[in-house]
């Protein structure tokens, strides 16, 4: 970066008016449920023996990119809530598009090998133990960080050397693609957003939604009901996560944005950063045997 700029300003989400201090307790409460619910995922799995199967080992990578969205998002939201906007230093706004880049990428490209496993779960069951064994799953583990922290570099790459065009305002409440993009002299975002989209949104949304129909296909011809309603019991709660997930995100930077829609994009924007890392650990656990098990045993080792 040339310019001598060295600070941003964020407005956040303004015109709350009477809301302010209600949303801003809602945020707080949103924040420390998000935080609790994906560590205790995470410290199930690592004491409870029921849990050691690729679905959960996934799930709790999924914990572990919630972690690092919400801890690096929702701080600097709490602070433009309560105080009508936050100002950042420039590298601090980089490093939290960094951030949020690599857990975002890495959470799609997770997705999709958990709705893989998930396939070979239900149409190739005798296969599965030695398709996902261990050696595959902390594989593809490290393929996916690793690829997330590519692609999270590629982006900051991108935007290193553009110049500033003096603006110091970003109109959101995080350092997102586009609004970074608007501070410089540049029309490259759109095609920046379209690209980085396509390799890290409907890629990995393809992948699954092709899972998912031969899923289908193999459910649909067990004959009893029990059977199907038990095969799908298995990746409903993935495929709840995966709708919202990828539904926000493909709206908000597939889909151009421009004035009067800046609000919608930011409520999505709430919607993937705020509300699906706290909605991932309800929806694995709540209606989950193994988890409901292993807490009650952690609950009477504690006690």
């Known amino acids: 970066f040339t310019d001598n700029i060295t600070s941003i300003f964020l407005l956040g989400l303004y015109n709350l008016q009477n809301f302010t201090f209600p949303f801003f307790s809602l945020l707080v409460l949103i924040f420390c449920g998000t935080i609790s619910g ?10 409870s023996k029921t849990l050691q199967s690729p679905m959960y080992f996934f799930i709790t990578q999924l914990s572990l990119c919630d972690l690092l969205l919400t801890t690096d998002i929702v701080p600097v939201l709490l ?10 230093t420039l590298i601090r706004c980089i490093i939290q598009f960094s951030i949020f880049s690599a857990s975002e990428c890495s959470e799609c490209l997770l997705l999709s090998v958990m709705s893989y496993d998930r396939y070979v779960a239900i149409c190739n069951p005798l296969r599965y133990p030695s398709i996902m064994n261990h050696t595959t799953c902390v594989t593809s583990v490290h393929i996916i960080w690793l690829m997330g922290c590519i692609l999270a570099l590629i982006s900051v790459l ?14 959101h409440f995080f350092c997102d693609t586009e609004p970074i993009m608007r501070l410089f002299c540049s029309e490259i975002s759109i095609l920046q957003n379209l690209l980085m989209g396509s ?3 409907v890629l990995p ?21 029990t059977g199907r309603h038990k095969a799908f019991s298995t990746c409903s709660s993935h495929l709840i996560v995966v709708s919202i997930f990828f539904g926000t995100i493909i709206i908000v930077y597939m889909i151009p944005t421009r004035g009067e829609s800046l609000t919608l994009s930011k409520v999505l924007s709430l919607m993937y950063t705020v509300l699906t890392p706290l909605l991932n650990p309800i929806i694995y656990t709540l209606r989950n045997q193994d988890f409901k098990e292993a807490f009650q045993k952690l609950k009477s080792f504690t006690h």
């Open 79 to 88: 602070h433009t809530v309560l105080y009508g906007g936050s100002t950042i």
């Open 158 to 171: 991108l935007i290193y050397n553009l110049s500033f065009c003096g603006r110091q305002v970003i109109d």
């Open 38 to 47: 994906n560590l205790l995922i995470m410290v199930l799995y690592l004491v």
């Open 205 to 225: 949304f393809v992948i699954i939604v092709t899972s998912y129909v031969y899923i289908v296909i193999t459910i649909l011809k067990i004959p009893s009901t």
């Open 199 to 201: 390799l890290v949104a």
